[in-house]
């Protein structure tokens, strides 16, 4: 199973970043391929400041969710449409456009919240994150609309996209989300709520591979 991380939703602050930064690094050095820097509040000053503090060998593994221009500024990996950006804002799917012809290589992927999006969405995407499949970590009242697993997971296989598990995934989720059919899942609240982050991060990775060993063999 892929695996990508997600990053925390605090306001800037720059010594927060630099703590951020500083998991995010042992990440990397432990396997993570793909980190998606979804800042919501940030300007475009800010995200540049964060960018800024962070090794430039890791900008190849960033996808952004704001300020879609930075993947060519810092040679990112790739963007990620809200559903905003998605449906409703033309400038953002004119951005996308000019994006992709510049450099084709770019991941693109998007978030969906419910089966009928998922269910009709183009097979435009390298992947796309369907949320939240379990009960939020990071947000409390954030509770799952899929409780029909079965549904869920017929949907999830007939998809034209790779899918990704996103919300209130732990460990002990995996072998779940594997089974439903999902081709990856990504973390937030169990790394950034966790008191030990990095083995948080090890842990659920031993799993995916584990999985992926099964698989193969």
């Known amino acids: ?22 998991v995010l690094a042992e990440l990397f050095s432990r396997g993570l391929d793909t980190f ?9 000053t800010e995200m540049r400041a964060w960018m800024d503090a962070l090794p430039q060998e890791y900008h190849s593994k960033i996808v952004v969710h704001s300020f879609h221009d930075l993947a060519l500024e810092y040679e990112l990996k790739g963007i990620h449409l ?15 456009e000019f994006l992709m012809q510049k450099r084709p290589e770019l991941v693109l992927s998007t978030s969906f919240h419910d089966l009928d999006e998922l269910r009709f969405a183009p ?45 209130g995934i732990t460990g002990d989720k995996i072998d779940e989300v594997r089974t439903i059919g999902f081709h990856g899942v990504a973390l937030l609240g169990a790394i950034w709520r966790s008191d030990h982050p990095v083995q948080s991060f090890e842990d659920i990775q031993a799993k995916c591979q584990s999985l992926q060993n099964v698989c193969s063999a």
């Open 36 to 44: 998606h820097l979804r800042k919501p509040t940030y300007s475009i």
């Open 123 to 167: 097979s435009r995407y390298r992947y796309v994150f369907l949320s939240p499949i379990y009960d939020s970590i990071s947000k409390p009242h954030y509770r799952s609309n899929f409780e029909n697993h079965k549904l869920l997971g017929e949907t999830v296989k007939m998809s034209r996209n790779h899918v990704y598990a996103l919300g």
């Open 82 to 96: 809200t559903t905003r950006q998605r449906t409703k804002c033309m400038q953002s799917k004119r951005q996308v």
């Open 1 to 22: 199973m892929e695996l990508t991380v997600v990053s925390c939703h605090a306001e800037y602050d720059p010594e927060k970043a630099c703590e951020e930064q500083a």
